[in-house]
């Protein structure tokens, strides 16, 4: 279709057998934003039927998160991110979609380059379909204090929307997360939990992908890891998560600090 430089597509499958795929579109050269775009494809062929159509555009631009190893990252950190979610379809009700990101909207802009001088508010943004994805919502930043991002998202069996993220909002340094689930509980509101039992603190004292760019923060996380998400239990409203975690301490080559596990949690 229109789309210009596609990336970072994601599949699902509605209740009624129609497939959509959900992706960026980088076409911003002023600021860098993206488009989040969606298109209906066969299921026969994979040819395109309907689309894209535009959900919404990403606050993720070039000035827009501070930036490490010339990639995108948080307030106090030095790891990777990006906006990046996914489209997932209600099974009860086949017109009905979501498309959930993160990005800046809600932080200060134009963020620093410098992570360590910067303050960051990283808002996961959920935009929602009921006419099999022509047309979308306003989209919705979930208030919560601090970074939320990699997240991911769900329909449950019931219909209710769940999405999973690295959360800092119970650390007010901003530096901590948890691995949290959001369950929509209103046209605009969510419900959150904690899924991880120990938070985790990628500022510092990583053992394994780390460096020391400010003395106050010593070996501090460079990669955390992209593939965190969640799923539903088949026909139940039962979500199991899987995060990166650093609760574990390690020692290698001489040198302890916390390690960089795959945890799964099983969440009602």
């Known amino acids: 279709g229109n789309a210009t430089t596609p ?29 989040y775009k969606v298109v209906e494809v066969s299921p026969a062929t994979g040819a395109r039927v309907f689309g894209p159509v535009k959900v919404a555009t990403a606050i993720d631009g070039f000035t827009d998160y501070p930036i490490a190893f010339g990639r995108q990252t948080y307030e106090d950190s030095l790891f990777r991110s990006w906006a990046v979610g996914n489209i997932t379809a209600d099974p009860t009700n086949a017109a009905h979609l979501a498309v959930v990101w993160s990005d800046m909207r809600n932080s200060p802009r134009p963020a620093p380059a410098d992570p360590y001088a910067a303050t960051t508010n990283s ?7 009921t006419d099999f994805g022509r047309t979308w919502s306003t989209p919705v930043a979930v208030p919560l204090a601090g970074d939320q991002f990699q997240q991911w998202s769900a329909f449950d069996a019931a219909g209710t929307l769940r999405i999973g993220t690295f959360d800092r909002s119970t650390d007010p340094a901003n530096h901590k997360y948890d691995y949290s689930l959001l369950t929509q509980t209103g046209a605009s509101s969510f419900s959150r939990s904690t899924v991880s039992t120990v938070q985790s603190d990628p500022t510092k004292n990583d053992r394994w992908f780390a460096a020391t760019v400010n003395a106050s ?18 026909g139940t409203t039962h979500v199991v998560a899987y995060w990166t975690d650093m609760r574990n301490q390690v020692t290698f080559a001489g040198r302890s600090g916390f390690g960089e596990d795959a945890y799964f949690a099983y969440a009602s």
């Open 123 to 129: 808002d996961v943004i959920v935009s929602q379909s």
């Open 217 to 234: 923060f010593p070996f501090a996380t460079t990669f955390l890891g992209d593939y965190s998400g969640i799923a539903i239990v088949p």
């Open 7 to 35: 990336f970072a597509s994601v599949p699902t499958v509605a209740a009624d057998g129609r497939i959509y795929v959900a992706f960026l579109d980088f076409d911003d050269f002023t600021t860098g934003h993206d488009d």
